[in-house]
Protein backbone atom coordinates (compact mmCIF):
# COMPACT_ATOMS: atom_id res chain seq x y z
CA UNK A 1 0.00 0.00 0.00
CA UNK A 2 3.03 2.09 0.93
CA UNK A 3 4.70 2.01 -2.63
CA UNK A 4 1.32 2.41 -4.46
CA UNK A 5 1.36 5.86 -2.34
CA UNK A 6 4.56 6.82 -3.10
CA UNK A 7 4.42 6.06 -6.80
CA UNK A 8 1.46 7.97 -7.21
CA UNK A 9 2.92 10.72 -5.40
CA UNK A 10 6.15 10.69 -7.36
CA UNK A 11 3.47 10.28 -10.85
CA UNK A 12 1.71 13.17 -9.91
CA UNK A 13 5.22 15.70 -9.54
CA UNK A 14 5.32 16.16 -13.34
CA UNK A 15 1.86 17.57 -13.17
CA UNK A 16 2.76 19.85 -10.74
CA UNK A 17 5.81 20.93 -12.25
CA UNK A 18 4.20 21.24 -15.51
CA UNK A 19 1.34 23.38 -13.52
CA UNK A 20 4.17 25.71 -11.91
CA UNK A 21 5.88 26.10 -15.90
CA UNK A 22 2.58 27.14 -17.22
CA UNK A 23 1.36 29.74 -14.68
CA UNK A 24 4.92 31.23 -15.01
CA UNK A 25 4.06 31.89 -18.74
CA UNK A 26 1.19 33.22 -18.26
CA UNK A 27 2.60 36.55 -16.71
CA UNK A 28 5.40 36.81 -19.24
CA UNK A 29 2.70 35.94 -21.89
CA UNK A 30 1.13 39.27 -20.61
CA UNK A 31 0.64 41.69 -23.52
CA UNK A 32 2.89 44.80 -23.17
CA UNK A 33 5.45 45.62 -20.68
CA UNK A 34 4.48 43.44 -17.39
CA UNK A 35 6.57 45.43 -15.56
CA UNK A 36 4.68 48.82 -16.64
CA UNK A 37 1.64 46.37 -16.13
CA UNK A 38 2.39 46.07 -12.48
CA UNK A 39 3.40 49.21 -11.78
CA UNK A 40 -0.31 50.35 -12.67
CA UNK A 41 -1.46 52.90 -14.99
CA UNK A 42 -0.76 56.08 -13.11
CA UNK A 43 3.28 54.77 -12.41
CA UNK A 44 6.26 57.13 -14.44
CA UNK A 45 8.83 55.73 -16.33
CA UNK A 46 10.94 55.41 -13.26
CA UNK A 47 8.83 53.77 -11.08
CA UNK A 48 8.08 51.22 -14.02
CA UNK A 49 12.06 50.77 -14.26
CA UNK A 50 11.30 50.35 -10.03
CA UNK A 51 9.34 47.82 -10.76
CA UNK A 52 11.01 45.83 -13.21
CA UNK A 53 14.33 45.65 -11.03
CA UNK A 54 12.25 44.75 -8.03
CA UNK A 55 10.00 41.83 -9.68
CA UNK A 56 13.81 40.70 -10.82
CA UNK A 57 11.96 41.27 -14.51
CA UNK A 58 15.67 42.87 -15.71
CA UNK A 59 16.92 39.39 -15.15
CA UNK A 60 17.35 36.51 -18.12
CA UNK A 61 14.19 34.24 -18.09
CA UNK A 62 15.61 31.35 -16.18
CA UNK A 63 16.71 33.47 -13.07
CA UNK A 64 12.92 34.73 -12.87
CA UNK A 65 11.90 31.58 -13.35
CA UNK A 66 14.02 29.82 -10.58
CA UNK A 67 12.87 33.45 -8.32
CA UNK A 68 9.37 32.47 -9.16
CA UNK A 69 9.50 29.10 -7.62
CA UNK A 70 11.32 30.50 -4.37
CA UNK A 71 8.65 33.25 -3.95
CA UNK A 72 6.41 30.12 -4.38
CA UNK A 73 7.67 27.57 -1.99
CA UNK A 74 7.35 30.24 0.61
CA UNK A 75 4.07 30.84 0.01
CA UNK A 76 4.22 34.08 -1.78
CA UNK A 77 2.27 34.77 -4.80
CA UNK A 78 2.44 38.60 -4.90
CA UNK A 79 -0.11 41.49 -3.89
CA UNK A 80 -3.11 42.48 -5.12
CA UNK A 81 -2.49 45.21 -7.41
CA UNK A 82 -6.06 46.77 -6.24
CA UNK A 83 -5.79 46.09 -2.52
CA UNK A 84 -2.92 45.89 -2.23
CA UNK A 85 -3.04 42.50 0.08
CA UNK A 86 -0.98 39.65 -0.36
CA UNK A 87 -2.71 37.38 -2.48
CA UNK A 88 -2.06 33.97 -0.69
CA UNK A 89 -3.77 35.46 2.30
CA UNK A 90 -6.74 36.28 0.57
CA UNK A 91 -7.27 32.98 -1.18
CA UNK A 92 -6.75 31.06 1.98
CA UNK A 93 -9.43 33.12 3.77
CA UNK A 94 -11.70 32.73 0.76
CA UNK A 95 -10.65 29.01 0.32
CA UNK A 96 -12.96 27.37 3.06
CA UNK A 97 -16.41 29.14 0.96
CA UNK A 98 -15.14 27.81 -2.17
CA UNK A 99 -14.45 24.34 -1.11
CA UNK A 100 -17.94 24.02 1.35
CA UNK A 101 -19.63 24.74 -2.22
CA UNK A 102 -18.00 22.69 -4.46
CA UNK A 103 -17.73 19.35 -2.31
CA UNK A 104 -21.75 20.06 -1.23
CA UNK A 105 -21.90 20.57 -4.78
CA UNK A 106 -20.28 17.06 -5.49
CA UNK A 107 -22.62 15.05 -2.91
CA UNK A 108 -25.81 16.30 -4.15
CA UNK A 109 -24.57 15.19 -7.52
CA UNK A 110 -23.45 11.46 -5.87
CA UNK A 111 -27.25 11.74 -3.93
CA UNK A 112 -29.12 11.92 -7.38
CA UNK A 113 -26.84 10.58 -9.89
CA UNK A 114 -25.69 7.45 -8.19
CA UNK A 115 -28.91 5.41 -7.71
CA UNK A 116 -30.77 7.56 -10.56
CA UNK A 117 -27.47 5.32 -12.82
CA UNK A 118 -28.43 1.99 -10.51
CA UNK A 119 -31.83 2.30 -11.11
CA UNK A 120 -31.35 2.68 -14.75
CA UNK A 121 -29.03 -0.23 -15.46
CA UNK A 122 -31.35 -2.59 -13.81
CA UNK A 123 -34.23 -1.53 -15.34
CA UNK A 124 -32.85 -1.32 -18.89
CA UNK A 125 -35.29 0.56 -21.59
CA UNK A 126 -37.27 1.44 -18.43
CA UNK A 127 -39.10 4.74 -17.84
CA UNK A 128 -36.36 5.35 -15.50
CA UNK A 129 -33.63 4.71 -18.08
CA UNK A 130 -35.13 7.02 -20.78
CA UNK A 131 -35.07 9.66 -17.78
CA UNK A 132 -31.56 8.93 -16.64
CA UNK A 133 -31.02 9.39 -20.42
CA UNK A 134 -32.43 12.58 -20.47
CA UNK A 135 -31.65 14.30 -17.84
CA UNK A 136 -27.84 13.23 -18.26
CA UNK A 137 -27.86 15.04 -21.67
CA UNK A 138 -29.70 17.96 -20.61
CA UNK A 139 -27.70 18.47 -17.73
CA UNK A 140 -23.96 18.86 -19.77
CA UNK A 141 -26.11 21.13 -21.50
CA UNK A 142 -27.22 23.74 -19.07
CA UNK A 143 -24.82 26.17 -18.44
CA UNK A 144 -24.16 26.43 -15.30
CA UNK A 145 -24.56 30.17 -14.56
CA UNK A 146 -27.98 29.89 -16.56
CA UNK A 147 -29.34 26.97 -14.34
CA UNK A 148 -28.30 28.98 -11.06
CA UNK A 149 -30.06 32.15 -12.48
CA UNK A 150 -33.28 30.11 -12.93
CA UNK A 151 -33.24 28.42 -9.77
CA UNK A 152 -32.92 32.09 -8.44
CA UNK A 153 -35.74 33.21 -10.46
CA UNK A 154 -37.86 30.27 -9.62
CA UNK A 155 -36.98 29.81 -5.46
CA UNK A 156 -36.26 33.12 -4.97
CA UNK A 157 -38.31 35.78 -6.70
CA UNK A 158 -41.45 33.40 -7.77
CA UNK A 159 -42.07 31.19 -4.45
CA UNK A 160 -40.03 33.32 -1.80
CA UNK A 161 -38.31 29.51 -0.19
CA UNK A 162 -34.45 30.35 -0.64
CA UNK A 163 -33.21 33.91 0.82
CA UNK A 164 -31.25 36.77 -1.47
CA UNK A 165 -28.43 35.16 -3.51
CA UNK A 166 -25.87 37.26 -1.56
CA UNK A 167 -23.50 35.38 -0.13
CA UNK A 168 -22.25 32.57 2.56
CA UNK A 169 -24.71 34.32 5.65
CA UNK A 170 -27.52 36.10 5.97
CA UNK A 171 -27.08 39.93 6.82
CA UNK A 172 -28.41 39.02 10.20
CA UNK A 173 -26.50 36.28 11.53
CA UNK A 174 -23.10 36.69 12.35
CA UNK A 175 -20.56 33.76 11.20
CA UNK A 176 -19.40 30.89 13.48
CA UNK A 177 -16.29 30.95 15.57
CA UNK A 178 -13.74 29.41 12.51
CA UNK A 179 -12.19 26.14 13.60
CA UNK A 180 -12.54 24.44 9.96
CA UNK A 181 -14.43 27.72 7.93
CA UNK A 182 -16.97 25.27 6.64
CA UNK A 183 -19.73 27.25 8.00
CA UNK A 184 -21.85 24.09 8.45
CA UNK A 185 -19.55 22.23 10.09
CA UNK A 186 -18.60 25.05 12.44
CA UNK A 187 -21.73 26.07 13.56
CA UNK A 188 -22.58 22.63 14.13
CA UNK A 189 -19.19 22.82 16.43
CA UNK A 190 -20.97 25.90 18.58
CA UNK A 191 -24.01 24.38 18.47
CA UNK A 192 -25.74 27.07 16.93
CA UNK A 193 -28.50 25.57 15.04
CA UNK A 194 -29.90 29.03 13.20
CA UNK A 195 -26.54 29.64 12.36
CA UNK A 196 -26.40 26.01 11.04
CA UNK A 197 -29.93 26.82 9.15
CA UNK A 198 -29.37 30.18 7.53
CA UNK A 199 -26.09 29.18 5.70
CA UNK A 200 -27.76 25.43 4.66
CA UNK A 201 -30.51 28.02 3.19
CA UNK A 202 -27.58 30.17 1.34
CA UNK A 203 -26.24 26.87 0.23
CA UNK A 204 -29.26 25.17 -1.26
CA UNK A 205 -29.36 26.66 -4.69
CA UNK A 206 -25.77 27.24 -5.07
CA UNK A 207 -24.77 23.62 -4.53
CA UNK A 208 -27.43 22.21 -6.68
CA UNK A 209 -26.42 24.92 -9.21
CA UNK A 210 -23.23 22.50 -9.46
CA UNK A 211 -24.93 19.60 -8.78
CA UNK A 212 -27.41 19.47 -11.77
CA UNK A 213 -24.29 20.51 -13.93
CA UNK A 214 -22.28 17.38 -12.92
CA UNK A 215 -24.50 14.99 -12.66
CA UNK A 216 -24.54 13.55 -15.85
CA UNK A 217 -21.14 12.14 -16.40
CA UNK A 218 -21.44 10.26 -12.88
CA UNK A 219 -24.84 9.42 -13.77
CA UNK A 220 -23.97 7.96 -17.06
CA UNK A 221 -20.49 6.16 -15.67
CA UNK A 222 -22.92 4.44 -12.96
CA UNK A 223 -25.38 3.27 -15.57
CA UNK A 224 -22.75 2.06 -18.20
CA UNK A 225 -20.52 -0.34 -15.52
CA UNK A 226 -23.60 -1.22 -13.34
CA UNK A 227 -24.73 -2.89 -17.02
CA UNK A 228 -21.29 -4.32 -17.32
CA UNK A 229 -21.37 -5.73 -13.68
CA UNK A 230 -25.12 -7.21 -13.48
CA UNK A 231 -23.87 -8.97 -16.96
CA UNK A 232 -20.86 -10.91 -15.58
CA UNK A 233 -20.95 -14.44 -13.91
CA UNK A 234 -20.10 -13.65 -10.58
CA UNK A 235 -23.68 -11.46 -10.29
CA UNK A 236 -25.44 -14.60 -12.26
CA UNK A 237 -23.82 -16.90 -9.83
CA UNK A 238 -24.94 -14.58 -6.76
CA UNK A 239 -28.39 -14.64 -8.06
CA UNK A 240 -28.43 -18.58 -8.88
CA UNK A 241 -27.94 -19.26 -4.89
CA UNK A 242 -30.41 -16.96 -4.44
CA UNK A 243 -29.78 -14.02 -2.68
CA UNK A 244 -31.71 -10.95 -2.19
CA UNK A 245 -32.13 -8.65 -5.23
CA UNK A 246 -30.56 -5.88 -3.01
CA UNK A 247 -27.88 -7.92 -1.91
CA UNK A 248 -26.82 -8.66 -5.38
CA UNK A 249 -27.06 -5.39 -7.10
CA UNK A 250 -25.71 -3.58 -3.70
CA UNK A 251 -23.25 -5.54 -2.28
CA UNK A 252 -22.19 -7.57 -5.66
CA UNK A 253 -22.25 -5.61 -8.70
CA UNK A 254 -22.59 -1.75 -7.17
CA UNK A 255 -19.32 -2.91 -5.13
CA UNK A 256 -17.52 -4.13 -8.47
CA UNK A 257 -19.17 -0.82 -10.39
CA UNK A 258 -18.15 2.03 -8.43
CA UNK A 259 -13.87 1.75 -9.81
CA UNK A 260 -15.21 3.44 -12.93
CA UNK A 261 -17.23 5.80 -11.16
CA UNK A 262 -14.48 6.85 -9.02
CA UNK A 263 -12.19 7.46 -12.31
CA UNK A 264 -15.07 9.52 -13.49
CA UNK A 265 -14.72 11.98 -10.50
CA UNK A 266 -10.89 13.56 -11.75
CA UNK A 267 -13.04 14.98 -15.04
CA UNK A 268 -16.09 15.70 -12.79
CA UNK A 269 -13.97 17.84 -10.42
CA UNK A 270 -12.30 19.80 -13.17
CA UNK A 271 -16.29 20.36 -14.73
CA UNK A 272 -17.11 21.66 -10.69
CA UNK A 273 -13.82 23.67 -9.96
CA UNK A 274 -14.65 25.48 -13.28
CA UNK A 275 -18.16 25.82 -12.91
CA UNK A 276 -17.69 26.77 -9.18
CA UNK A 277 -16.30 30.50 -10.75
CA UNK A 278 -19.28 30.83 -12.58
CA UNK A 279 -21.83 29.76 -9.57
CA UNK A 280 -20.02 31.97 -7.68
CA UNK A 281 -20.60 35.20 -9.54
CA UNK A 282 -23.92 34.28 -9.94
CA UNK A 283 -24.65 33.63 -6.14
CA UNK A 284 -22.16 36.50 -5.42
CA UNK A 285 -20.59 33.58 -3.09
CA UNK A 286 -17.19 35.39 -1.41
CA UNK A 287 -14.90 32.40 -2.42
CA UNK A 288 -11.99 32.12 -4.45
CA UNK A 289 -13.71 32.15 -7.43
CA UNK A 290 -15.50 35.51 -7.06
CA UNK A 291 -12.02 37.10 -5.89
CA UNK A 292 -10.45 35.75 -9.34
CA UNK A 293 -13.01 37.65 -11.77
CA UNK A 294 -13.02 40.76 -9.29
CA UNK A 295 -9.33 40.92 -10.43
CA UNK A 296 -10.16 39.98 -14.17
CA UNK A 297 -12.47 43.16 -14.09
CA UNK A 298 -9.52 45.36 -12.59
CA UNK A 299 -7.14 44.00 -14.88
CA UNK A 300 -5.17 42.19 -11.97
CA UNK A 301 -3.07 39.72 -12.98
CA UNK A 302 -1.37 38.34 -9.58
CA UNK A 303 -4.42 37.31 -8.00
CA UNK A 304 -5.40 35.37 -10.96
CA UNK A 305 -2.23 33.85 -11.41
CA UNK A 306 -2.52 32.61 -8.07
CA UNK A 307 -5.91 31.47 -7.91
CA UNK A 308 -5.12 29.78 -11.53
CA UNK A 309 -2.54 27.91 -9.56
CA UNK A 310 -4.31 27.29 -6.01
CA UNK A 311 -6.76 25.65 -8.04
CA UNK A 312 -4.36 23.64 -10.33
CA UNK A 313 -2.60 22.50 -7.19
CA UNK A 314 -5.65 21.31 -5.86
CA UNK A 315 -7.23 19.63 -8.57
CA UNK A 316 -3.88 17.98 -9.24
CA UNK A 317 -4.11 16.82 -5.00
CA UNK A 318 -7.79 15.81 -5.83
CA UNK A 319 -6.80 13.30 -8.71
CA UNK A 320 -3.69 12.02 -6.56
CA UNK A 321 -6.71 11.18 -3.73
CA UNK A 322 -8.69 9.43 -6.49
CA UNK A 323 -5.60 7.36 -7.58
CA UNK A 324 -4.74 6.03 -3.99
CA UNK A 325 -8.52 5.89 -3.05
CA UNK A 326 -8.72 3.43 -5.90
CA UNK A 327 -5.73 1.22 -5.03
CA UNK A 328 -7.65 1.57 -1.06
CA UNK A 329 -10.82 0.38 -3.30
CA UNK A 330 -9.71 -2.05 -5.90
CA UNK A 331 -6.64 -4.85 -4.74
CA UNK A 332 -5.31 -6.06 -7.82
CA UNK A 333 -4.17 -2.16 -8.31
CA UNK A 334 -2.09 -2.63 -5.27
CA UNK A 335 -0.51 -5.99 -6.66
CA UNK A 336 0.33 -4.34 -9.41
CA UNK A 337 2.08 -1.79 -7.95
CA UNK B 1 -0.33 6.67 -56.47
CA UNK B 2 -0.37 5.54 -59.97
CA UNK B 3 -2.97 7.05 -62.28
CA UNK B 4 -4.44 3.49 -62.84
CA UNK B 5 -5.65 3.01 -59.08
CA UNK B 6 -7.57 6.06 -58.86
CA UNK B 7 -10.63 5.06 -60.83
CA UNK B 8 -11.11 1.85 -58.50
CA UNK B 9 -10.20 4.09 -55.24
CA UNK B 10 -12.77 6.69 -56.36
CA UNK B 11 -15.31 3.89 -57.07
CA UNK B 12 -14.68 2.23 -53.83
CA UNK B 13 -15.12 6.13 -51.95
CA UNK B 14 -18.11 6.84 -53.67
CA UNK B 15 -20.05 3.58 -52.54
CA UNK B 16 -18.39 4.47 -48.95
CA UNK B 17 -20.22 7.31 -48.78
CA UNK B 18 -22.96 5.99 -50.59
CA UNK B 19 -23.36 3.29 -47.74
CA UNK B 20 -22.98 5.88 -44.95
CA UNK B 21 -25.69 8.60 -46.57
CA UNK B 22 -28.23 5.53 -46.49
CA UNK B 23 -26.84 4.48 -42.99
CA UNK B 24 -27.44 8.00 -42.31
CA UNK B 25 -30.89 8.14 -43.64
CA UNK B 26 -31.17 4.91 -41.62
CA UNK B 27 -30.10 6.75 -38.53
CA UNK B 28 -32.30 9.25 -38.78
CA UNK B 29 -35.40 7.43 -39.46
CA UNK B 30 -34.87 5.13 -36.91
CA UNK B 31 -33.47 8.10 -34.23
CA UNK B 32 -36.48 10.57 -34.12
CA UNK B 33 -34.19 12.64 -31.71
CA UNK B 34 -31.04 12.33 -34.20
CA UNK B 35 -33.37 13.75 -36.69
CA UNK B 36 -34.96 16.21 -34.16
CA UNK B 37 -31.51 17.37 -33.69
CA UNK B 38 -30.29 17.90 -36.93
CA UNK B 39 -33.46 20.26 -37.42
CA UNK B 40 -32.31 22.37 -34.68
CA UNK B 41 -28.73 22.40 -36.28
CA UNK B 42 -30.00 23.63 -39.60
CA UNK B 43 -32.15 26.41 -37.55
CA UNK B 44 -29.25 27.82 -35.74
CA UNK B 45 -27.13 27.82 -38.98
CA UNK B 46 -30.08 30.19 -40.38
CA UNK B 47 -29.71 32.38 -38.27
CA UNK B 48 -26.24 32.45 -38.11
CA UNK B 49 -26.44 32.89 -41.82
CA UNK B 50 -29.20 35.26 -42.55
CA UNK B 51 -29.86 36.76 -38.96
CA UNK B 52 -28.81 40.17 -39.21
CA UNK B 53 -31.10 40.44 -42.46
CA UNK B 54 -34.30 39.48 -40.85
CA UNK B 55 -34.72 40.44 -37.46
CA UNK B 56 -37.17 42.65 -36.77
CA UNK B 57 -34.87 45.57 -34.87
CA UNK B 58 -31.50 46.53 -34.44
CA UNK B 59 -29.73 44.56 -32.04
CA UNK B 60 -28.10 47.50 -30.93
CA UNK B 61 -30.19 50.23 -31.18
CA UNK B 62 -31.75 51.26 -27.42
CA UNK B 63 -34.80 52.73 -27.16
CA UNK B 64 -35.33 54.30 -23.64
CA UNK B 65 -38.80 54.59 -23.47
CA UNK B 66 -39.48 51.01 -24.41
CA UNK B 67 -36.97 49.49 -21.72
CA UNK B 68 -37.30 46.48 -19.57
CA UNK B 69 -40.98 45.63 -21.09
CA UNK B 70 -42.16 41.90 -20.94
CA UNK B 71 -42.66 40.15 -24.24
CA UNK B 72 -45.37 41.54 -25.93
CA UNK B 73 -46.54 41.50 -29.74
CA UNK B 74 -44.48 43.90 -30.89
CA UNK B 75 -41.08 42.68 -29.03
CA UNK B 76 -41.63 38.82 -28.25
CA UNK B 77 -39.22 38.91 -25.91
CA UNK B 78 -39.44 41.60 -24.80
CA UNK B 79 -36.67 44.72 -24.38
CA UNK B 80 -33.84 44.78 -22.12
CA UNK B 81 -32.38 47.50 -19.97
CA UNK B 82 -31.79 50.11 -22.70
CA UNK B 83 -34.78 49.10 -24.84
CA UNK B 84 -33.09 46.65 -27.39
CA UNK B 85 -35.59 44.23 -28.28
CA UNK B 86 -34.35 40.08 -27.02
CA UNK B 87 -35.28 38.77 -30.28
CA UNK B 88 -33.27 40.24 -32.16
CA UNK B 89 -30.66 40.02 -30.26
CA UNK B 90 -30.53 36.24 -29.40
CA UNK B 91 -30.91 35.74 -33.31
CA UNK B 92 -28.23 38.14 -34.16
CA UNK B 93 -26.02 36.30 -31.65
CA UNK B 94 -26.08 33.18 -33.56
CA UNK B 95 -23.47 33.81 -35.91
CA UNK B 96 -20.78 35.42 -33.21
CA UNK B 97 -21.52 32.12 -31.28
CA UNK B 98 -21.11 29.87 -33.58
CA UNK B 99 -18.67 31.47 -35.03
CA UNK B 100 -16.37 31.23 -31.77
CA UNK B 101 -17.15 27.82 -31.80
CA UNK B 102 -16.37 26.71 -35.35
CA UNK B 103 -13.21 28.54 -35.09
CA UNK B 104 -11.77 27.18 -32.06
CA UNK B 105 -12.85 23.48 -32.72
CA UNK B 106 -10.79 24.09 -36.57
CA UNK B 107 -8.11 24.84 -34.53
CA UNK B 108 -7.98 22.27 -31.99
CA UNK B 109 -8.60 20.22 -34.82
CA UNK B 110 -5.52 21.43 -36.73
CA UNK B 111 -3.15 20.95 -33.41
CA UNK B 112 -4.30 18.51 -31.51
CA UNK B 113 -5.32 16.35 -34.70
CA UNK B 114 -1.94 16.35 -36.36
CA UNK B 115 0.01 16.26 -33.00
CA UNK B 116 -2.09 13.53 -32.01
CA UNK B 117 -1.52 11.91 -35.44
CA UNK B 118 2.20 12.47 -35.61
CA UNK B 119 2.37 11.44 -32.24
CA UNK B 120 0.77 7.74 -32.59
CA UNK B 121 2.47 7.49 -36.23
CA UNK B 122 6.00 8.28 -35.46
CA UNK B 123 5.56 6.98 -31.90
CA UNK B 124 9.10 7.47 -29.74
CA UNK B 125 9.95 11.43 -28.72
CA UNK B 126 7.26 13.21 -30.53
CA UNK B 127 4.75 10.85 -28.72
CA UNK B 128 6.71 11.57 -25.26
CA UNK B 129 6.60 15.48 -26.09
CA UNK B 130 2.45 15.57 -27.13
CA UNK B 131 1.67 13.46 -24.46
CA UNK B 132 3.51 15.77 -21.83
CA UNK B 133 1.86 18.65 -23.02
CA UNK B 134 -1.68 17.02 -23.10
CA UNK B 135 -1.09 16.05 -19.45
CA UNK B 136 -0.30 19.12 -18.37
CA UNK B 137 -3.17 21.18 -19.93
CA UNK B 138 -5.33 18.47 -18.18
CA UNK B 139 -3.52 19.11 -14.92
CA UNK B 140 -5.74 22.28 -14.74
CA UNK B 141 -9.49 22.53 -14.64
CA UNK B 142 -10.53 23.28 -18.18
CA UNK B 143 -12.29 26.52 -17.70
CA UNK B 144 -10.01 28.00 -15.22
CA UNK B 145 -7.04 27.67 -17.40
CA UNK B 146 -9.14 28.98 -19.99
CA UNK B 147 -9.71 32.37 -17.76
CA UNK B 148 -6.03 32.44 -17.49
CA UNK B 149 -5.07 32.22 -21.03
CA UNK B 150 -7.61 34.51 -22.12
CA UNK B 151 -6.94 37.18 -19.04
CA UNK B 152 -2.74 36.41 -19.70
CA UNK B 153 -2.91 36.95 -23.80
CA UNK B 154 -5.58 40.16 -23.71
CA UNK B 155 -9.05 40.37 -23.47
CA UNK B 156 -10.31 39.67 -27.14
CA UNK B 157 -12.71 36.99 -29.21
CA UNK B 158 -9.44 35.60 -30.91
CA UNK B 159 -8.20 34.73 -27.34
CA UNK B 160 -11.36 32.76 -26.29
CA UNK B 161 -11.18 31.32 -29.57
CA UNK B 162 -7.81 30.17 -28.67
CA UNK B 163 -7.48 29.54 -25.18
CA UNK B 164 -11.10 26.92 -26.26
CA UNK B 165 -8.67 25.06 -28.61
CA UNK B 166 -5.92 24.82 -26.00
CA UNK B 167 -7.91 23.06 -23.30
CA UNK B 168 -9.57 20.82 -25.87
CA UNK B 169 -6.32 20.17 -27.21
CA UNK B 170 -5.53 16.51 -24.67
CA UNK B 171 -9.13 15.24 -26.01
CA UNK B 172 -8.39 15.44 -29.77
CA UNK B 173 -4.64 14.37 -29.46
CA UNK B 174 -5.64 11.67 -27.61
CA UNK B 175 -8.13 10.41 -29.87
CA UNK B 176 -6.38 11.16 -32.86
CA UNK B 177 -3.04 9.26 -31.22
CA UNK B 178 -4.45 5.95 -30.49
CA UNK B 179 -6.02 5.85 -34.09
CA UNK B 180 -2.60 6.53 -35.58
CA UNK B 181 -0.97 3.91 -33.38
CA UNK B 182 -3.28 0.96 -34.80
CA UNK B 183 -3.19 2.36 -38.16
CA UNK B 184 0.65 3.05 -38.44
CA UNK B 185 1.05 -1.21 -38.55
CA UNK B 186 -1.95 -1.18 -41.61
CA UNK B 187 -1.57 -2.94 -44.81
CA UNK B 188 -1.97 0.22 -46.94
CA UNK B 189 0.78 2.20 -44.58
CA UNK B 190 3.12 -0.69 -45.69
CA UNK B 191 1.94 -0.21 -49.19
CA UNK B 192 2.40 3.11 -49.47
CA UNK B 193 5.57 3.47 -48.06
CA UNK B 194 6.70 0.51 -50.34
CA UNK B 195 5.60 2.89 -53.27
CA UNK B 196 8.41 5.03 -52.21
CA UNK B 197 6.01 7.31 -50.16
CA UNK B 198 7.56 9.90 -47.62
CA UNK B 199 6.21 9.47 -44.21
CA UNK B 200 5.25 12.56 -43.69
CA UNK B 201 3.32 12.11 -47.43
CA UNK B 202 1.59 9.13 -45.86
CA UNK B 203 0.92 10.75 -42.16
CA UNK B 204 -0.83 13.17 -44.35
CA UNK B 205 -2.29 11.35 -47.06
CA UNK B 206 -2.70 7.79 -46.36
CA UNK B 207 -2.88 7.73 -41.95
CA UNK B 208 -4.89 11.28 -41.69
CA UNK B 209 -7.91 10.94 -43.98
CA UNK B 210 -8.24 7.50 -42.10
CA UNK B 211 -9.09 8.89 -38.82
CA UNK B 212 -11.30 11.80 -40.00
CA UNK B 213 -14.49 9.99 -39.30
CA UNK B 214 -13.96 9.80 -35.65
CA UNK B 215 -12.52 13.26 -35.83
CA UNK B 216 -15.45 14.31 -36.98
CA UNK B 217 -17.47 12.98 -34.45
CA UNK B 218 -15.55 14.57 -32.03
CA UNK B 219 -15.35 17.88 -33.60
CA UNK B 220 -19.04 17.43 -33.08
CA UNK B 221 -19.21 15.97 -29.41
CA UNK B 222 -17.24 19.30 -28.02
CA UNK B 223 -18.54 21.93 -30.34
CA UNK B 224 -21.15 21.88 -27.04
CA UNK B 225 -17.97 22.27 -25.01
CA UNK B 226 -16.85 24.85 -26.96
CA UNK B 227 -20.29 26.55 -26.80
CA UNK B 228 -20.34 26.84 -23.30
CA UNK B 229 -16.72 27.63 -22.38
CA UNK B 230 -17.00 30.74 -24.35
CA UNK B 231 -20.61 31.44 -23.16
CA UNK B 232 -18.70 31.29 -20.31
CA UNK B 233 -15.97 33.27 -20.17
CA UNK B 234 -18.22 36.00 -22.05
CA UNK B 235 -20.13 35.87 -18.94
CA UNK B 236 -17.14 36.37 -16.28
CA UNK B 237 -16.43 39.61 -18.48
CA UNK B 238 -14.04 37.74 -21.01
CA UNK B 239 -13.78 38.50 -24.65
CA UNK B 240 -16.62 39.85 -26.12
CA UNK B 241 -17.67 43.20 -24.76
CA UNK B 242 -20.75 45.14 -24.66
CA UNK B 243 -22.87 46.25 -26.83
CA UNK B 244 -21.87 43.55 -28.59
CA UNK B 245 -24.93 40.31 -28.80
CA UNK B 246 -23.44 37.52 -27.37
CA UNK B 247 -25.42 34.73 -25.84
CA UNK B 248 -23.01 34.86 -22.65
CA UNK B 249 -23.14 38.20 -22.46
CA UNK B 250 -26.61 38.69 -22.98
CA UNK B 251 -26.95 35.99 -19.93
CA UNK B 252 -24.83 38.24 -17.60
CA UNK B 253 -26.82 41.67 -18.59
CA UNK B 254 -30.17 40.06 -17.19
CA UNK B 255 -28.94 38.52 -14.33
CA UNK B 256 -29.06 41.95 -12.25
CA UNK B 257 -32.31 41.56 -13.16
CA UNK B 258 -33.74 38.18 -12.74
CA UNK B 259 -33.86 38.68 -8.85
CA UNK B 260 -36.00 41.77 -9.37
CA UNK B 261 -38.48 39.65 -11.52
CA UNK B 262 -37.71 40.35 -15.34
CA UNK B 263 -36.80 37.23 -16.29
CA UNK B 264 -37.04 37.62 -19.81
CA UNK B 265 -33.37 39.16 -20.59
CA UNK B 266 -31.33 36.19 -19.16
CA UNK B 267 -33.76 33.37 -20.02
CA UNK B 268 -33.97 33.82 -24.12
CA UNK B 269 -30.50 34.34 -24.41
CA UNK B 270 -29.42 31.30 -22.01
CA UNK B 271 -32.13 29.22 -23.42
CA UNK B 272 -30.96 29.29 -27.07
CA UNK B 273 -27.80 28.99 -25.33
CA UNK B 274 -29.06 25.53 -23.83
CA UNK B 275 -31.09 24.49 -27.25
CA UNK B 276 -27.20 25.01 -29.10
CA UNK B 277 -25.28 22.82 -26.69
CA UNK B 278 -28.29 20.58 -26.41
CA UNK B 279 -28.33 20.25 -30.32
CA UNK B 280 -24.75 19.70 -30.71
CA UNK B 281 -24.59 17.24 -28.22
CA UNK B 282 -27.41 15.06 -29.34
CA UNK B 283 -25.95 15.48 -32.90
CA UNK B 284 -22.35 14.47 -31.68
CA UNK B 285 -24.51 11.27 -30.29
CA UNK B 286 -26.26 10.37 -33.41
CA UNK B 287 -22.99 11.15 -35.48
CA UNK B 288 -21.00 8.44 -33.78
CA UNK B 289 -23.66 6.10 -33.59
CA UNK B 290 -23.27 6.25 -37.22
CA UNK B 291 -19.43 6.27 -37.45
CA UNK B 292 -18.61 3.92 -34.71
CA UNK B 293 -21.43 1.75 -33.67
CA UNK B 294 -19.68 -0.07 -30.99
CA UNK B 295 -18.94 2.75 -28.63
CA UNK B 296 -22.75 3.36 -28.61
CA UNK B 297 -23.91 3.59 -24.94
Given at each position: MLSLIVKRVAAAVPSLIGVVIVTFLLTRALPGDPAAYFAGPAATAEAIEQVRVKLGLDQPLYVQFVRYVGDLARGDLGNS?????PVGQELRSRLPASAELTLLGLLVSVAIAVPLGILAATRPNSLVDHACRAISTAGVSLPVFFTGLVLIYV??????????????????FSPPAQVTGFYLIDSTLDGNGEVFLASLKQLILPALTLGIFSLAPIARMTRASMLAALASDFVRTARASGLSPFTVVVTYAFRNAMLPVITTLGMVFSFLLGANVLVEKVFAWPGIGSFAVEALIASDFAPLQGFVLTMAIMYVALNLAIDILYGVIDPRVRIEA | MSNVALPGRRGASEHGLFAILRHARYILGENAVTAFAFALFMLIVLAALIGPYVVPYDPLASDTAAALKPPSLAHWCGTDQLGRDVLSRVIVAARLDLMIAVASVALVFLMGGLAGVAAGFFGGWTDRIVGRIADTIMAFPLFVLAMGIVAALGNAVQNIVLATAIVNFPLYARVARAEANVLREAGFVHAARLCGNGEARILLGHVLPNIMPIMVVQMSLTMGYAILNAAGLSFIGLGVRPPTAEWGIMVAEGAAFMVSGEWWIALFPGAALMIAVFCFNLLGDGLRDIVDPRRRT
Open positions: LTTGQFYYLLGWAPAPLGRLDVF | -
